[in-house]
């Protein structure tokens, strides 16, 4: 008689919540894995968990006995969806490795991901996976350029950046996004480092059609601080994002001015508020979204090579992008095909194929180009 293996069992902190719903969902269709949607509301958890064949658990990241709570439901995965992580601290992956299980999250909180080794130690005595930032940045951004990196003798910059559509995040992501709108953050340019402001310097990116030109501005990410660490040869590393209405685009702008101005000390304080506006505006929308990463330097016959990899996105797809690495870790630790221990950023775990793989099924196409190289 054959004897059928116990289940991996998965538990989403946020899980019926706006990303974690959809990675509840993703989740479910793997076979061998048990999804626990778990958070602060019981009727809501049982709801999706009805949905999807899961288990609805009534859990608050806070409680000081998260850790055996953990051991009692036999988790083999946390996966934290419970933003905003900036300001956050580790408790949730503290929990996790006491009671032995994995660690992911879907942070993109700069101090949060690159700090996230402080727990190196502890994970490894423990024998469990911390990985945080596994989202767009760095697992994406990251396992794009370890792709294209080998066409490349040289790569002297990375510029990269999304433009999202209508289609508004959680209050506690749009909350995240304007805490830093309109403060100094670091980014490295021509081999230094330089203050530049939080939703400024605006910029544009050419996507293919049908995206076509979107606006962008400077943003705060994990990225900043761990790509010059990881290609050493770069001289410029920058970030930019913009959001898929222009009302709303130049709306932050101008907020970030206020900010910057000393006018208004954070304008995630208005983060309520400006979020149902925009979800009233999300209509007016085209349900488009696209990400970028152009990588320049010198190729390996010696020549100045560019190269532009994007993704679009279209029929508010979008929002799944950020999920999928999440998923893809998942996958791999519930097959035993990721031997890698310890605390750290999501970087190097994922190549680009297994996270692509996830979006199979979802309006979004991508692909690499030779460009013009950029001014820098």
């Not at 949730?92 to 942070?107: N, T």
């Not at 949060?112 to 727990?119: A, D, K, M, R, T």
């Not at 791999?332 to 099924?361: H, M, N, T, W």
Request: glycine share 10%.
């Amino acid at each position: 008689m054959s004897v059928v293996p116990p289940a991996f069992r998965v538990l989403v902190l946020g899980g019926y919540g706006n990303f974690g719903s959809l990675i509840a969902r993703r989740l479910s269709t793997i076979e061998g894995l048990r999804v626990l949607i778990a958070g602060r509301d019981q009727k809501r958890a049982s709801a999706l968990a009805a949905e999807v064949g899961g288990e609805p658990v009534c859990l608050d990241m806070n409680q000081p006995t998260l850790a055996g709570r953990l051991l009692e439901l036999k988790v083999d995965l946390l996966i934290s969806t419970a933003g905003p992580f900036q300001g956050q601290d580790y408790r949730v992956a503290r929990a996790a490795i006491a009671a032995g299980a994995h660690y992911v999250d879907l942070a993109d909180a700069r101090a949060f991901v690159c700090g996230i080794g402080e727990l190196n130690r502890a994970a490894r005595s423990a024998g469990v996976l911390v990985c945080a930032g596994a989202s767009s940045v760095p697992a994406l951004s990251a396992a794009v350029v370890d792709q294209l990196l080998p066409r490349f003798a040289r790569l002297d910059s990375i510029v990269h950046g999304i433009s999202s559509s209508a289609k508004i995040p959680g209050q506690a992501t749009l909350n995240a996004v304007l805490g830093y709108c309109g403060k100094p953050l670091r980014q490295l340019r021509a081999g230094h480092w330089q203050s530049v402001y939080g939703w400024q310097d605006l910029s544009t990116h050419d996507f293919p059609q049908p995206l076509g030109r979107r606006w962008l501005a400077q943003c705060d990410v994990p990225d900043l601080e761990l790509f010059p660490q990881r290609y050493p040869s770069v001289r410029d590393v920058r970030f930019s994002a913009g959001l898929g209405l222009r009302f709303t685009h130049f709306g932050t702008w101008a907020l970030s001015w206020l900010v910057r101005m000393g006018l208004l000390r954070n304008a995630g304080r208005l983060s309520a508020g400006l979020h149902r506006l925009a979800v009233a505006l999300e209509p007016f929308g085209d349900g488009r979204s696209g990400m970028f990463v152009h990588l320049q330097g010198e190729g390996r016959d010696g020549q100045p090579l560019a190269l532009c990899w994007d993704l679009l996105a279209s029929d508010d797809h979008g929002p799944n992008i950020p999920c999928m690495a999440a998923v893809a870790l998942a996958r791999k630790l519930a097959a035993g095909r990721l031997a890698a221990r310890g605390a750290s950023p999501c970087i190097g775990l994922l190549s680009l194929d297994e996270y692509l793989f996830e979006l199979e099924g979802l309006r979004v196409v991508h692909g690499a180009r030779e460009v013009e190289s950029l001014p820098l």
